[in-house]
């Protein structure tokens, strides 16, 4: 990840997205849907601004997945649909079904206290419960920037250690009363999965989300296995791209995964047909609390549409995965170039979607 204790948020505006479509591509209102976002995409690509994964999916067909530019610069390796790229904190959505779906197995309960699960526990967060974390409203300091990186199986280790230096810690406000994004609070969570589960994070989501679903892209980004179609991180600065530093992300389950756009397809499918959680954990899920934030999603609107939504951004990736429930669009940007606004990529695809005015006839895949 870029710094221990820096959100996982995007970084830019892309600048007058509309104005830039309508000079460079003045035929897009004449052509189709797939059409219209691909000559979006493709004029930034040829200014190296974007490279990565557009995914679109309409009443649950795909009807755009595109890869641009290169996974791997010095090889010259493109991307291609199956390329693996870092999610950042797209992870936390994962992390909050797991958390949901161990509810529902009856191994812990979103009021229970999070000192039921961690050694040590503070006294002073005796009532700080799952929900809290689940909302980044526990009023635990973010002390991710306290953890060293250290292999994903260790994790859990390396927070107790963290919580034990700093046992006596005060919290920073009641529990609930205040929203502070915290990759700590999910990096807690991702410890209270592997207490309640008795399986370490990675194995418990592979058995009980990621393999029923059928998601083989998708999995921790250990920096120590040789993993097949891993795209590279770059940087793009003054026109340029650059590789990024190479470092272990250490995101554990604030945002350590690895995955592909089809496989957040996949998961959008069962996840919204009930075949991953019941209908009350999926409005407990997305019912916003503080921030318009509910378990692990952004639950907002835009243009007067409901959104699910979260943005992922760590070193050398970008990522943002949208539904609009109430139109059964998913729309999913995955980026190899860190400073790629992967959010504002999607809220532009979005315009294309909606666009009322739009002239391309029949949609593909209705």
């Known amino acids: 990840m870029r710094s221990r204790n820096t959100q996982i948020a995007p970084r830019r505006i892309v600048p007058l997205l509309i104005a830039v479509l309508l000079f460079v591509c003045p035929s897009v209102y004449g052509q189709s849907l797939s059409q219209q976002i691909d000559s979006y995409v493709s004029s930034r690509v040829k200014g190296q601004e974007f490279s990565g994964i557009v995914l679109v999916a309409l009443d649950g067909k795909v009807v755009v997945q595109n890869a ?7 090889y010259s390796v493109p991307n291609t649909p199956q390329t693996k790229f870092r999610i950042g904190s797209v992870t936390k959505p994962l992390t909050a079904i797991a958390v949901a779906k161990l509810q529902e197995m009856g191994k812990l309960d979103f009021e229970d206290s999070i000192c039921k699960f961690i050694s040590d526990c503070p006294a002073e967060w005796q009532l700080v419960r799952i929900r809290h974390l689940l909302t980044h409203t526990s009023g635990i300091p973010d002390l991710f920037g306290a953890m060293d990186a250290v292999p994903v199986e260790k994790t859990s280790d390396e927070i107790d250690r963290i919580v034990k230096s700093l046992k006596n810690r005060q919290l920073q406000g009641q529990p609930g009363e205040e929203y502070k994004y915290s990759n700590f609070g999910y990096c807690l969570l991702g410890y209270v999965i592997e207490k309640a589960s008795g399986k370490l994070y990675t194995p418990f989501l592979t058995e009980n989300i990621l393999g029923p679903v059928g998601m083989s892209g998708t999995l921790y980004d250990d920096p120590r296995p040789i993993i097949n179609e891993r795209a590279q991180g770059y940087v793009r600065k003054d026109g340029q791209v650059y590789n990024d530093k190479l470092t272990d992300p250490a995101g554990y389950s604030a945002g350590g995964l690895l995955s592909t756009a089809g496989d957040l397809f996949l998961l959008d499918r069962a996840l919204f047909s009930g075949k991953l959680l019941s209908k009350k954990s999926l409005d407990r899920m997305f019912t916003a609390y ?8 952004k639950v907002t609107s835009r243009g007067g549409k409901r959104l699910y939504n979260h943005t992922g951004a760590t070193h050398g990736f970008s990522a943002h ?11 999913v940007i995955l980026s ?5 606004n992967a959010s504002e990529t999607a809220s532009w695809i979005a315009e294309i979607v909606f ?3 739009r002239k391309s006839g029949a949609e593909p895949g209705r």
């Open 321 to 331: 995965i949208a539904r609009y429930p109430d139109d059964d669009v998913l729309i």
């Open 68 to 74: 641009y530019g290169m996974a791997d610069h010095e």
């Open 290 to 297: 503080k921030n318009e934030y509910g378990f692990g999603w």
């Open 336 to 340: 190899n170039i860190e400073t790629e």
């Open 355 to 357: 666009d009322p005015e």
